[in-house]
């Protein structure tokens, strides 16, 4: 997590310009200095003259000042922070000169850093890590008194180990953990002792005394923030001008509105607007020009100022392979000249194949070696594009003034990408670690009392309805409302651009009861359609609403009824309008005197659709008669799938008393076997003998039967497809078939 108020404290901080003498290696090392201007000397700093402040926490930065000859410019940060001035530091000599380098003190990660140490231990150990690193190393244990060691041990610390032992009674046994060290002495008497707070262990080797301090200072410094101090070189003749420009974390820049009717009412209210700016950033903001942007680029976080450490593989070495002397030929060579091998030397000389392929592939070059000869920085057209049109001073194309503002031209709005920016024209002066609130917005706007109610929150609300005539987009944020002189309520409101209304809610409306008295649905079949097996119903609905407003109030009031828009071809009957229309919902406004009730009826209409599918493994005869009975013209069309159908039903009823008769001959062809079997070689099995017989003639037929009529059902269900198949019929209302 990075630590922003602390990083942002120490951000920005004295941008000094030092001296750098310039180069004079042609004279001799006696020779005095010409003159005095050699000798380096503190200029003036760089202070900060634009900040443009984001939605997503982020603010950009722009130091401007003057630079004489070759000069270095030092600017301290945060590690933090110089994490965001890596990604978008921009650094223009505006006077023909050039930045030779920028440089900055770097840090090995900590990680990096206890690898230098012996102990092997991680940057969060705990005891037992810890003693694991001092196996094997003499130590002098000591104690209290009351420990039993008798006195100090010295030895080698062999090994450190748990055991888990058991307290307390039988009825409630406990467990808990102990540590053990094992401690070799010189005589080679080996000791057992139970680790305890009074136990004191301390290494004898000064080294690895050394070595623990220098671990416990290396975890220290993970606490302190430090600088890092990053170098800029501006080199060239005279005086010009540069331009030091970054983004760095800052608070969010918050938006707040008031909103104050008069007294005697007159349709408008003055909006007032403030932006609630904190400077965190351990500089002065003197006189700087001061831009809010109401959007949120996309910005992140890259820990550019670290160094990257990249693991490589671990290859072990191969032992197990024996291999037995052998020779090889000789690579076949070629004849070349020698100016294509590091320059011309004078005649041909012979180079490997393999060498010559590779310098084939790595043309241009000299064997794949490229050479940068230097770096140039072109300073022109960088700064005026940063933001797009109209910003740097407020006065590019698409640029906005506010014609009563807090005064003119106090502050423009300039659009570019989806988001806007409030650039005020006035230096803005606010000091390191203060807040202010900065005016953006003071007009008269046209604005109306209503009372608000919708169904999804029955409870009416106080609110406003506010036009923004005025040529500032409005950000979101929260606003107060004052009537007669005193505060009516709050609330928030989302961005408002020129030329929208909107409502802001700020209150309960408690002199209002609002409610639905009435409700209705009629529906009517308007079109049928019929398309292998699929059957599609349209209807239109016509649907009427009737709400109710009393007014308890003793002045006049405006209701605005807010109701659900339908979708999908409905619309308002003719006769009734509403006064706006947003993607979900139809407002009407209503008028309600007094102490009186006002009644409002909405009345819409529009289309339903309903789709039924026939198939042969459902029984639709019931819909397909209700559906005659509701077209009586469908009935021809329908009427050999409605008889196909039915015989489809009488075979599977016949089916059925088949089985049934077939599971009654099965039951007794059983019983006349069984006592068959029981009678065998009695004079009275005869009689069972003819019986079974006839059961079995009985089972055998009834199994035919059940066959045939099974068969004469597969034809009926395929009869039954084919009518499907073959309906086509399409019916409306409002034509004869």
């Not at 722009?62 to 030092?74: D, F, I, K, L, W």
């Not at 049928?528 to 119903?537: F, N, P």
């Amino acid at each position: 997590m990075r630590l922003w108020v602390t990083a942002l404290c120490l951000a920005f901080c004295t941008i000094s310009v030092t001296a750098q003498t310039a180069p004079t290696a042609s004279k001799p090392a006696h020779a005095a200095p010409k003159a005095q201007s050699a000798t380096p000397q503190m200029v003036k700093d760089l202070p900060v003259r634009k900040v443009v402040l984001y939605k997503n926490g982020v603010g950009y930065f722009e130091h401007a000042g003057t630079v004489n000859g070759n000069q270095r410019v030092s600017i301290d940060f945060t590690s933090p922070q110089l994490n965001d001035v890596l990604q978008s530091l921009t650094v223009l000599d505006e006077g023909g000169g050039r930045i030779a380098g920028v440089n900055y003190n770097s840090t090995t990660p900590l990680a990096e850093q206890l690898k230098t140490l012996s102990l092997g231990m991680s940057d969060d150990p705990t005891s037992t890590e810890l003693f694991q690193a001092l196996r094997g190393q003499r130590v002098e244990v000591t104690g209290a008194p009351s420990s039993g060691l008798g006195g100090p041990i010295s030895g080698r610390l062999m090994a450190i180990e748990s055991r888990t032992e058991k307290i307390g009674s039988d009825d409630n046994p406990q467990s808990i953990e102990k540590f053990y060290l094992t401690v070799i002495a010189g005589s080679g008497a080996v000791r057992v002792i139970e680790l305890t707070p009074t136990l004191s262990v301390r290494p004898v080797d000064p080294t690895l005394q050394g070595q623990l301090d220098r671990y416990l200072e290396l975890l220290s410094t993970t606490h302190s923030t430090g600088l890092r101090h990053l170098t800029l070189d501006a080199l060239g003749a005279g005086q010009r001008q540069l331009r030091v420009s970054y983004i760095s974390e800052v608070p969010v820049w918050k938006s707040t509105y008031r909103l104050v009717f008069p007294r005697e009412a007159d349709g408008t209210a003055t909006m007032q607007g403030w932006a609630v700016v904190d400077n965190t950033v351990g500089a002065d903001w003197e006189n700087v020009q001061l831009a809010l942007v109401a959007g949120a680029p996309q910005s992140f976080i890259q820990p550019l100022s670290q160094p990257l450490y990249t693991r490589r593989p671990e290859i072990p070495i191969a032992t197990a392979a024996q291999t037995t002397p052998q020779t090889h030929e000789a690579a076949e060579t070629v004849t070349v000249q020698s100016e294509m091998v590091n320059g011309a030397l004078g005649g041909p000389m012979q180079v490997p194949r393999a060498m010559k392929m590779a310098k084939q592939k790595n043309e241009p070059g000299s064997f794949g070696v490229a050479r940068a000869e230097g770096l140039a920085v072109s300073s022109g057209g960088v700064m005026g594009s940063v933001f797009g049109t109209g910003s740097g001073g407020g006065s590019g194309g698409g640029v906005y003034r506010t014609s009563d503002a807090i005064s003119e031209g106090d502050v423009s709005t300039n659009a570019f990408d989806d988001f806007f920016e409030y650039s005020l024209t006035q230096p803005v002066t606010i000091h390191k670690n203060e807040s202010a609130m900065v005016p953006i917005l003071q007009q008269d706007l046209p604005a109306e009392h209503v009372t608000l109610w919708s169904r999804s929150d029955p409870r009416p609300l106080r609110a406003v309805w506010l036009e923004n005539k005025s040529k500032l987009t409005l950000d979101s944020g929260s606003f107060s409302i004052f009537e007669s002189g005193e505060f009516a309520g709050e609330g928030l409101l989302d961005p408002i651009h020129p030329g929208e209304r909107r409502l802001l809610s700020y209150a309960a409306d408690q002199a209002m009861r609002i409610k639905i008295t009435d409700q209705q649905s009629r529906r009517t079949l308007h079109h049928l359609q019929v398309h292998k097996g699929i059957v599609i119903e349209r209807y239109m609905d016509v649907a009427s609403i009737t709400y109710s407003a009393t007014n308890s109030a003793d002045e006049d009031r405006v209701v605005l009824i807010e109701h659900p828009r339908h979708t999908s071809g409905w619309s308002l009957d003719d006769g009734v309008k509403s006064v706006e229309t947003t993607p979900d919902l139809y407002r009407f406004r209503v008028a309600v005197k007094p102490h009186t009730t006002e009644k409002l009826e909405v009345r819409e209409r529009g289309p339903e659709y309903t789709s039924v599918t026939i198939d042969p493994s459902q029984n639709t005869n019931a819909y397909l008669l209700d559906l005659v009975k509701r077209v009586p013209d469908a009935e021809a069309q329908i009427k050999p799938i409605l008889d196909a159908q039915a015989k489809l039903a009488d075979l599977d009823q016949a089916i059925a008393d088949s089985k049934k008769q077939e599971e009654t001959a099965a039951a007794d062809e059983a019983r006349d076997r069984e006592n068959l079997t029981a009678l065998k070689g009695n004079e009275a099995a005869h009689r069972f003998v003819d019986e079974l017989n006839h059961a079995e003639d009985l089972l055998q037929s009834t199994r035919k039967h059940t066959a045939d009529l099974e068969q004469q059902r597969a034809a009926a269900v395929e009869n039954l497809r084919a009518q499907i198949n073959a309906l086509n019929y399409d019916w409306d209302a409002t034509i004869k078939n």
